[in-house]
């Protein structure tokens, strides 16, 4: 049994975070996966290059509301000091070495895990990575192997681009956002 912390990475845009994010978080914890989850604010995706983003301490910010308060979920700026794009793999060698105290565990979404083969040195995480896969709707993952762990957590069925396609329409985001980000979001008029 290895006495390192084991930290949980759940990374994202979050533009902007969302209810799906924060049930994703809490289950990780709840289930016992991980001691702690860091909830990665990511610069660029290499996979949504081009979108318009909020700046990147906006998001990190309002990640950082929606969870204070919960028991070993913290938002993280990790990836602003890495090359963009960010790609996993780069930023897990080195988070690895820059904390040699802890476990790292890669928190995917199944749409992720269904393509995880196309990632950048994919094998390279799977080789050094546990992973938790959690489900998304219309994904089917099929079994997964050794190290790959799904988690059992409820389906919010939302996106951060719908949410925003609402905020645009002049739609109600109150019941998919925490309250902190609707009110910052409402406060600043952002995405409009």
Same mark, same amino acid.
């Given at each position: 049994? =290895?006495?390192?912390?084991?930290?949980?990475?759940?990374?994202?845009?979050? +533009?902007?975070?969302? +209810?799906?994010?924060?049930?994703?978080?809490?289950?990780?914890?709840?289930?016992?996966?991980?001691?702690?989850?860091?909830?990665?604010?990511?610069?660029?995706?290499?996979?949504?290059?081009?979108?318009?983003?909020?700046?990147?301490?906006?998001?990190?910010?309002?990640?950082?509301?929606?969870? =204070?308060? #919960?028991?070993?979920?913290? /938002?993280?700026?990790?990836?602003?000091?890495?090359?963009?794009?960010?790609?996993?793999?780069?930023?897990?060698?080195?988070?690895?070495?820059?904390?040699?105290?802890?476990?790292? #565990?890669?928190?995917?979404? /199944?749409?992720?895990?269904?393509?995880?083969?196309?990632?950048?040195?994919?094998?390279?995480?799977?080789? +050094?990575?546990?992973?938790?896969?959690?489900? &998304?709707?219309?994904?089917?993952?099929?079994?997964?192997?050794?190290?790959?762990?799904?988690?059992?957590?409820?389906?919010?069925?939302?996106?951060?681009?719908?949410?925003?396609? &609402?905020?645009?329409?002049?739609?109600?985001?109150?019941?998919?956002?925490? /309250? =902190?980000?609707?009110?910052?979001? =409402?406060?600043?008029?952002?995405?409009?």
């Amino acid at each position: 049994m =290895s006495d390192k912390i084991r930290t949980a990475l759940f990374g994202g845009t979050f +533009n902007p975070f969302h +209810n799906g994010h924060l049930a994703i978080a809490r289950s990780v914890i709840r289930q016992g996966l991980a001691d702690e989850l860091w909830l990665l604010v990511t610069p660029c995706n290499p996979w949504k290059e081009g979108r318009r983003l909020l700046d990147n301490d906006l998001r990190l910010e309002m990640v950082s509301q929606a969870v =204070s308060g #919960i028991p070993g979920v913290s /938002a993280s700026d990790y990836e602003f000091s890495l090359p963009v794009p960010s790609y996993t793999a780069n930023t897990l060698r080195h988070i690895k070495s820059d904390y040699p105290d802890r476990e790292f #565990i890669l928190t995917i979404g /199944a749409d992720n895990w269904v393509e995880f083969d196309r990632w950048r040195d994919w094998q390279y995480i799977l080789d +050094n990575f546990k992973v938790i896969v959690y489900p &998304r709707t219309g994904c089917s993952i099929g079994q997964l192997p050794d190290g790959v762990t799904l988690l059992d957590c409820p389906l919010v069925d939302t996106s951060s681009t719908e949410i925003v396609a &609402r905020i645009r329409e002049g739609l109600p985001i109150d019941t998919l956002v925490p /309250a =902190s980000v609707a009110r910052t979001i =409402s406060e600043l008029g952002l995405y409009r």
